[in-house]
């Protein structure tokens, strides 16, 4: 029986800020002290946290890790994108699976458990893209569920690779309404979108700036839209992924005031990047191609406002990491063929420390919800996750909310030749990471190792 004390912290959940010792005790958190209260063992690790934050370890709900992917594959896979995901703080993450056109669901869950069995730093659990929705697929959605794997992505992008027509959509939403799963959608019409990246093209325009150009704001407001009706149509939930501009932020705004589940996150870079950055000289802006694109910069204060007024309830990353040399260069002379995502696992408690709690925009129990406590709820978790708890998983943060560093490819741990936010000086960074009790980074050293982590079977979906 292993016993851990963190002493002398101050706790900090979504709701709460009080000064504390938390004792854990294999791997769950075993009793929540006052201040000193804490018997004086013995324990076999003491942790000071005097003067730091104890909170939830960060829950990141949209990962791709060794994902094959326009033309070549993810640079991270679960064993260093999971201990990246460590280093920054991040302690449970859920990944897509994909299920290959005409093959069956079970086939692309079979293979993701392949790629992340004994490899993970951290637990991981998965949704499954479905990129085909017929009788057979609809039929084998109730298995993957039975198994924990209780949301499913489907895209109304990328055709002729992981698009599913409205039909599809609206088939695979009833479906998940009957078993209690969520929807997660990739919402922009990449139909229209493929018309203007072909015009684009044949006018000779083929450098980064034209992914952007080519998908503009509108055409992610009318997929959020069709979504929003599609899953009101099929009373189902519905979570729309990345969210990154206004006008689909209006569109979720509009639903949930009119008392529709409807649920959205949005990532780091689109609240610290812009569509400048695809505009950088030589072929530099490729670094910068993710889907949808960046958006002019005077759209952040309005997807932080949505943070602040929980219209948009989660930040997660759509870690998706392709290197400069070798894959974005795929797209050298095409933007169409830059492989699309971004390297971000490792980064967004920072960021979001540094440009949220710090800059004034986020109080730190809201940093905690919208990091942990609120994907850990929509995706069904809690509170075994997401929150400081007696009885909940020991994945705790010692939080130093002073910590300066700069950020930089150099440092970072993810696999790939470059970091977006290269030069950044950001303040507050983990001095311990604990994973069910055990210290898997300490003051910037890793003491995990590969295979620590567990798939994590989750529930249905179940705030409605
Ligand atoms: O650019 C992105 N987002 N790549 C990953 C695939 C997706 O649409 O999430
Ligand atoms: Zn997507
Ligand atoms: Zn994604």
Known sequence: MKKTLIQGGTVVTAVDTY??????????????????????????????ARGKYIMPGGIDAHTHLDMPFGGTTSSDDFETGTRAAAYGGTTSLVDFAIQAKGEPLQKGVDAWHEKAEGKAAIDYGFHLIMTDVNDGTVAEMGRVVSEG????????????????????????????????????????????????????????????????????????????????????MAQAPVYMVHLSATRALEQVVEGRDRGLPVFAETCPQYLFLSQDDLARPDFEGAKYVCTPALRPANMQEDLWRGLRTHDL?????????????????????????????????????????DGGVRAG????????????????????????????????????????????????????????????????????????VLSRGNVVVENGQYLGKKGDGRFLKRGTFNLM
């Not at 929540?32 to 324990?43: E, Q, R, V």
């Not at 998706?320 to 980064?347: R, W």
């Not at 986020?362 to 995706?379: D, G, L, Q, Y």
């Open 19 to 48: 000064a504390a010792d938390v004792a854990i005790v294999d791997g769950k958190i075993a009793a929540i002290f006052g201040p000193d209260a804490a018997p004086a063992g013995p324990w076999d690790v003491t942790i000071d």
């Open 149 to 232: 794997i209780t949301s499913f992505k489907m895209f109304m992008a990328y055709p002729g690779v992981l698009f599913v027509d409205d039909a599809q959509i609206f088939r695979g939403m009833q479906r998940a309404s009957e078993l209690g799963a969520l929807v997660c959608m990739h919402a922009e019409n990449g139909i229209a979108i493929d018309v203007l990246v072909q015009q684009a093209l044949a006018k000779g325009h083929t450098s980064p700036i034209y992914h952007a150009l080519t998908r503009p704001q509108v055409m992610e407001a009318e997929g959020t839209h069709r979504a929003i009706c599609l899953a009101e």
């Open 313 to 353: 309830q989660v930040v997660s990353t759509d870690h998706c990491p392709f290197c400069q040399k070798g894959q974005k260069e795929l797209g050298k002379d095409s933007f169409a063929k830059i492989p699309n995502g971004m390297p971000g696992v490792e980064t967004r408690m920072y960021l979001l420390w």
């Open 361 to 432: 925009r986020i109080s730190m129990n809201r940093f905690v919800e919208i990091t942990s406590t609120a994907p850990a709820k929509i995706f069904g978790m809690y509170p075994r996750k997401g929150t400081v708890a007696v009885g909940a998983d020991a994945d705790l943060l010692v939080w130093d909310g002073e910590k300066r560093h700069v950020l930089s490819e150099r440092t970072l741990h993810m696999r790939v030749d470059y970091s977006p936010y290269e030069g950044r000086e950001v303040v507050g960074a983990p001095s311990h």
